[in-house]
């Protein structure tokens, strides 16, 4: 069974950091996280593919940052100096398709995990 869970969600105020987790349960080629706010499409925002390559939307380049724990099939979105436009419900992915150039399209990914929200306060 494919299971992808995410934690680490929560409310903060503007600058502040949280990291989300997103625990799984084998390797795949590639995982991401993808956003989604309320009357928006769903946006990749930071993916990963088997050969360590990265990929960050614009808007969190300098401000997120993806890692891993192989040893503990574990994810991790390290977001620091969080602005209000990051709120949304952000969801982990993961796909055993070989992805580089569109490691951040969510119609790549057919795996998903429930979503942990983050709300972030001006």
């Known amino acids: 069974q494919v299971l992808l869970v995410e934690s680490g969600g929560g409310s903060v105020q503007s600058g502040g950091s949280l990291r989300l987790s997103c625990a799984h349960t084998k390797s795949w080629a590639a995982m991401g996280w993808f956003r989604q706010a309320p009357g928006k499409e769903r946006e990749g925002v930071a993916a990963i593919n088997s050969d360590g390559n990265e990929r960050y939307t614009d808007s969190v380049k300098g401000r997120f940052t993806l890692s891993q724990d192989n040893a503990q099939n574990t994810l991790y979105l390290q977001m620091n100096t969080l602005k209000p436009e990051d709120t949304a419900m952000y969801y982990c992915?993961?796909?055993?398709?070989?992805?580089?150039?569109?490691?951040?399209?969510?119609?790549?990914?057919?795996?998903w995990g429930q979503g942990t929200q983050v709300t972030v306060s001006s």
């Open positions: 992915a993961a796909t055993n398709e070989v992805l580089l150039l569109s490691l951040l399209r969510s119609a790549k990914y057919k795996y």
